[in-house]
Structure formats: structure tokens, C-alpha cells
């Protein structure tokens, strides 16, 4: 394994492994032991928190146009053509009520 570069990225309870496949399949291993109801998915074209990411030779491509349509699907699309940091953007609105659970949850 000399020279080799692996890259393992963890957030909270997603795992990306970039690796060779017998790195990816010791690592497999190593996880179904400790964590028994882990599921791994293998594969040049993955997706990892709202990103698709696409691995090539050489190279990786990275998006969130998924994500991004998702978005304006149940947001709507913005059609102002300005900045929405409008001239109040700071002013704090002491009359707003406060979110419901699950728009709290969507906002964050």
C-alpha cells in the first residue's frame, strides 16, 4: 500500500471512501463487523448529502443540480432578478410568528 492515498470523509452517519477497490472491500469488512446494519453502495456515480458525484480516469465531477431542482420544486423558482438581501435584509420583524416544527426543519 506504499503511495497510496485514500480519502474517507465522515458527516454524522454518512461515509464517502475514496479508495482502490481492495481498500474499499477491507473497509467493508472492518464496517459490517462493527456496525452490522451498515449498507455500502460501490461505484463510480454516488450520491453524498444533496452532492452527485461522478469519478472518471482522472478526474471527478461534482454536483447539486438534484438537489438544486428539489429546491425550487417546493420552494418555487425565484424570479426576482436582484439580490434577496434587500435594504432591511438585518431588521428583525418582532410581530413574525414562529415556524411550525416541520418549516423550522425545512428552513434550517
Same mark, same amino acid.
Given at each position: 500500500?506504499?503511495?497510496?492515498?485514500?480519502?474517507?470523509?465522515?458527516?454524522?452517519?454518512?461515509?464517502?471512501?475514496?479508495?482502490?477497490?481492495?481498500?474499499?472491500?477491507?473497509?467493508?469488512?472492518?464496517?459490517?463487523?462493527?456496525?452490522?446494519?451498515?449498507?455500502? #453502495?460501490v461505484g463510480n456515480q454516488q &450520491?453524498?448529502?444533496g452532492m452527485q458525484i461522478s469519478?472518471?480516469?482522472?478526474?471527478?465531477?461534482?454536483?447539486? &443540480?438534484?438537489?438544486?431542482?428539489?429546491?425550487?420544486? /417546493?420552494?418555487?423558482?425565484?424570479?426576482?432578478?436582484?439580490?434577496?438581501?434587500? /435594504?432591511?435584509?438585518?431588521?428583525?420583524?418582532? #410581530?413574525?410568528?414562529?415556524?411550525?416544527?416541520?418549516?423550522?426543519?425545512?428552513?434550517?
Open positions: 500500500m506504499d503511495g497510496c492515498i485514500f480519502l474517507l470523509l465522515i458527516y454524522v452517519d454518512d461515509i464517502l471512501l475514496f479508495a482502490d477497490l481492495d481498500e474499499i472491500k477491507r473497509m467493508e469488512r472492518v464496517f459490517i463487523r462493527e456496525f452490522k446494519w451498515i449498507t455500502m #453502495q &450520491s453524498y448529502l469519478l472518471g480516469d482522472g478526474y471527478a465531477t461534482i454536483t447539486m &443540480s438534484n438537489y438544486v431542482d428539489k429546491l425550487l420544486k /417546493k420552494y418555487g423558482e425565484v424570479t426576482d432578478k436582484t439580490t434577496p438581501g434587500k /435594504k432591511g435584509v438585518f431588521l428583525v420583524d418582532e #410581530q413574525a410568528r414562529e415556524l411550525l416544527t416541520d418549516e423550522r426543519k425545512a428552513f434550517h
